[in-house]
């Protein structure tokens, strides 16, 4: 079975310029998260999609990031624009339902550096 | 609003030991609580899954125990590997399936 996918690995931007990463769940799984992990800190969610719907969107800085989850599949995440503290490895992941027995799969991340 | 800390933050160990790492939180009112592992430039990895009615879960080498109403979790390690190297992390499942994660120990098993 294939994992989590996402897209680029690394970036690296100045402050004010723009970034979508992208992220491709596991086949069939209907829920999708995408998490901001600063270094040394755990993961914080930014948004919880459930097919193509939002779930909970309360921890995403608005005014500068967007998400979408056209067709409840893939997913971009878009940060306009950058600023010095959005620094940090975004990870999605992906269950099979919203529910409490279900296991999150995280992709690999994508390191985002703003200088 | 549910925070979750995790005790040492960073722990190293020889080879062969047996070690406990802890994971505590301030509201009680969870679905489960998980334990991850992330290895460098990796993503997570899920280990153990503890369901709230549940007091502990078994994989391996791992044993994850989980007492709610006091707020504590642990993770116990025996006989640690080099291979076992990485960063843990808890997790707890609150009311909106949503996880809240801790900040992690790092651990090394040296040779």
């Known amino acids: 079975e294939a994992g989590v996918a996402q897209s680029p690995r690394y970036k690296i931007i100045e402050k004010r310029q723009s970034v979508a990463f992208w992220c491709n769940p596991i086949?069939?799984?209907?829920?999708l998260y995408w998490y901001q992990q600063i270094l040394g800190q755990g993961p914080k969610l930014l948004i919880q999609f459930q097919n193509n719907g939002v779930v909970d969107d309360s921890q995403l800085p608005k005014d500068r990031f967007s998400a979408e989850r056209l067709k409840g599949v893939d997913s971009t995440l878009k940060i306009q624009p950058a600023k010095l503290e959005d620094s940090a490895v975004y990870l999605c992941?992906?269950?099979?339902?919203?529910?409490?027995?279900?296991?999150?799969?995280f992709g690999p991340g994508t390191r985002l550096t703003v200088l | 609003k549910q925070e979750v800390t995790q005790i040492p933050a960073a722990l190293s160990v020889p080879e062969g030991e047996n070690l406990v790492l802890n994971c505590s939180f301030t509201?009680?009112?969870?679905?489960?609580l998980q334990w991850f592992r992330q290895d460098p430039g990796k993503g997570l990895t899920s280990l153990l899954l503890i369901q709230s009615s549940q007091r502990e879960q078994t994989s391996g080498r791992l044993n994850a125990s989980l007492d709610k109403s006091s707020g504590r979790s642990t993770l116990y390690i025996a006989a640690s590997q080099p291979g076992d190297s990485a960063t843990y992390l808890c997790?707890?499942?609150?009311?909106?399936?949503?996880?809240?994660f801790g900040s992690g120990t790092q651990l090394t098993v040296l040779p």
């Open positions: 992941a992906s269950s099979f339902f919203l529910s409490s027995t279900d296991t999150q799969y």
């Open positions: 086949s069939g799984h209907a829920t």
């Open positions: 509201d009680s009112a969870i679905y489960n």
């Open positions: 997790a707890v499942c609150g009311s909106a399936r949503q996880l809240t």
